[in-house]
């Protein structure tokens, strides 16, 4: 049995080349094989490369796509492949004859993915960015902060992750459901830039209007007295999303409130925002966490990453996980999904031993004189 093989899930015997670095890509291809697919990481060299948090169940290998003998492996594993996910800059794969149209000419039914910030086309198709400059030119980071202070990027999970990464699988499997009736493969374009614009479908509308007149003021943005976080005597705090009446009836009768202030009295917010933080301040967060518990007031302690872990609900889905790893999302009725080991060792020869190449002609299409994988370690390890 080849070992591309081997894996399951409901992508089982679906194999992916995995040519990105940073974050967007390589989040993207840990999703595919999360869900069975078999992820060949090529690294050779290229700024950014493959980041060790996404590694699982990737096998990783070296080549030089510079060479006449690095690229010729590359063409050759492509006619195999059921995917190729690509994060260089628009033009590169080109450059080096790996582009779509190369490719789909040797398997027509490869799909074949670039994620960029900027995509493909336009005046800054070609220019450097990162998260927080995709999220400020689509108007999200234009919305969302505090009033009177700089806008404040929520992590870099708008435009790499949801943006990016997600938007990029949507369109592979879309493209993958899409070749059961065609038999044919596609390319996808999958800029940040335009998930971010899309992940921004109910705040458009609303920009300019009472619900969201500027930024740091609107519905969903902490704006709102009902919803919005607050601070509990111990100094952590409290999320409050009671938009519903019935909710916010809830909200008031917990914190004691012999009357509920107006909820949709404009006028009265600012003294009604007083009232819920003097609340909250005559308690810390774990005696209101039990306060609010089994109530639908929509209630929660606001958790830190070190926190989490030892909450009922969270160890109930996910407690087969530690802290600094995540489970595989979502739970299917009948296909499951796992989150396979971590092995970063250069892998170069096994798995082109598998295509069929000698140890000699493997040396030719490696970089010179690397010994293994250059996995990017974002964060320094825990003492």
């Given amino acids: 049995m080849n070992k591309l093989d081997f894996k399951t899930g409901p992508l089982s015997g679906v194999k992916v080349l995995d040519l990105t670095g940073n974050a967007p890509g390589p989040y993207c291809t840990m999703l595919l094989a999360d869900m069975g697919a078999e992820i060949i990481v090529v690294g050779g060299g290229r700024a950014g490369g493959p980041v060790s948090t996404f590694s699982p169940g990737k096998r990783f290998i070296?080549?030089?796509?510079?060479?006449p003998e690095g690229n010729k492996i590359l063409l050759e594993m492509?006619?195999?492949?059921?995917?190729?996910?690509?994060?260089?800059?628009?033009?590169?794969?080109?450059?080096?004859?790996?582009?779509y149209d190369t490719l789909q000419r040797i398997n027509p039914k490869l799909i074949y993915c670039s994620i960029t910030g900027y995509g493909q086309t336009g005046p800054?198709?070609?220019?450097?960015?990162?998260d927080i400059n995709y999220v400020a030119l689509s108007g999200v980071l234009g919305s969302v902060g505090p009033v009177g202070q700089?806008?404040?990027?929520p992590l870099n999970l708008v435009a790499d992750f949801a943006g990016g990464s997600l938007f990029a699988l949507n369109g592979i499997l879309a493209a993958l459901y899409e070749r059961e009736k065609s038999g044919k493969g596609q390319y996808i374009d999958a800029a940040m830039i335009d998930g971010c614009l899309s992940l921004m479908a109910m705040h458009f509308p609303a920009w300019g209007t009472p619900f969201m007149p500027e930024r740091g003021k609107n519905f969903t943005g902490g704006h709102f007295p009902f919803y919005r976080c607050y601070e509990c005597s111990d100094g952590k705090f409290m999320s409050v999303g009671a938009i519903e009446p019935m909710f916010y009836a809830t909200l008031c009768e917990?914190?004691?409130?012999?009357?509920?202030?107006?909820?949709?009295?404009?006028?009265?917010?600012?003294s009604t925002a007083q009232q819920f933080e003097i609340a909250f301040k005559s308690k810390s967060r774990e005696q209101w966490t039990q306060i609010f518990e089994g109530s639908d007031a929509c209630v929660a302690p606001v958790l830190g990453p070190d926190e989490l872990w030892s909450h009922p609900q969270i160890q109930a889905r996910c407690g087969m996980v530690s802290d600094g790893s995540v489970p595989p999302a979502?739970?299917?009725?009948?296909?499951?999904?796992?989150?396979?080991?971590?092995?970063?060792?250069?892998?170069?020869?096994?798995?082109?031993?598998?295509?069929?190449?000698?140890?000699?002609?493997?040396?030719?299409?490696?970089?010179?004189?690397?010994?293994?994988?250059?996995?990017?370690?974002l964060f320094p390890p825990k003492m």
């Fill in 62 to 67: 070296t080549l030089d796509l510079k060479s």
């Fill in 78 to 99: 492509a006619k195999e492949m059921d995917i190729l996910v690509e994060g260089y800059r628009p033009g590169v794969m080109k450059r080096l004859g790996l582009d």
């Fill in 124 to 130: 800054m198709a070609n220019e450097a960015g990162h």
């Fill in 150 to 153: 700089a806008p404040l990027p």
């Fill in 254 to 270: 917990k914190l004691g409130f012999d009357e509920a202030p107006e909820q949709m009295d404009t006028n009265m917010w600012e």
């Fill in 330 to 377: 979502p739970v299917l009725s009948r296909s499951s999904l796992s989150r396979g080991e971590i092995n970063e060792d250069n892998q170069t020869y096994s798995v082109l031993r598998e295509f069929g190449y000698n140890d000699e002609d493997i040396a030719a299409a490696m970089p010179k004189n690397v010994a293994q994988i250059d996995v990017v370690q």
